[in-house]
Nanobody
Framework: QVQLVESGGGLVQAGGSLRLSCAPS????????MGWFRQAPGKERDMIAR????????YYADSVKGRFTISRDNAKNAMSLQMNSLKPEDTAVYYC???????????????WGQGTQVTVSS
């Protein structure tokens, strides 16, 4: 069974940094695009960063561009999200995802992590 195991969420003050990590178990995702999504209370789950595992090409939502960095570790088959200059509006549950794709009106994925809470205090 495929599992994506996340770690690294927590509470941080505005302007601070956090690093999220995601490691798949059960299989490798060397041929897939992986990404990070987040969902704030009462809002939809949105993709904020995506990485092509083969090429290393990245995509960022405007809301996090310049502050967040997605990266991969091929040797460990793991993915990270470095989050800097955090703002209270970044507060959400963050999800690691594998095999991301666009449905025509939103991004989604075939495999999901359990989610990790990130809370940014003002």
């Amino acid at each position: 069974q495929v599992q994506l195991v996340e770690s690294g969420g927590g509470l941080v003050q505005a302007g601070g940094s956090l690093r999220l990590s995601c490691a798949p178990s059960g299989r490798t995702f060397s041929n897939y695009a992986m990404g990070w999504f987040r969902q704030a209370p009462g809002k939809e789950r949105d993709m904020i960063a995506r990485i092509n595992w083969s090429t290393g090409g990245t995509y960022y939502a405007d809301s996090v561009k310049g502050r967040f960095t997605i990266s991969r570790d091929n040797a460990k088959n793991a993915m990270s999200l470095q989050m800097n200059s955090l703002k209270p509006e970044d507060t959400a549950v963050y999800y690691c995802a594998a095999r991301t794709y666009y449905t025509g009106n939103h991004w989604t994925a075939d495999y999901w992590g359990q989610g990790t809470q990130v809370t940014v205090s003002s």
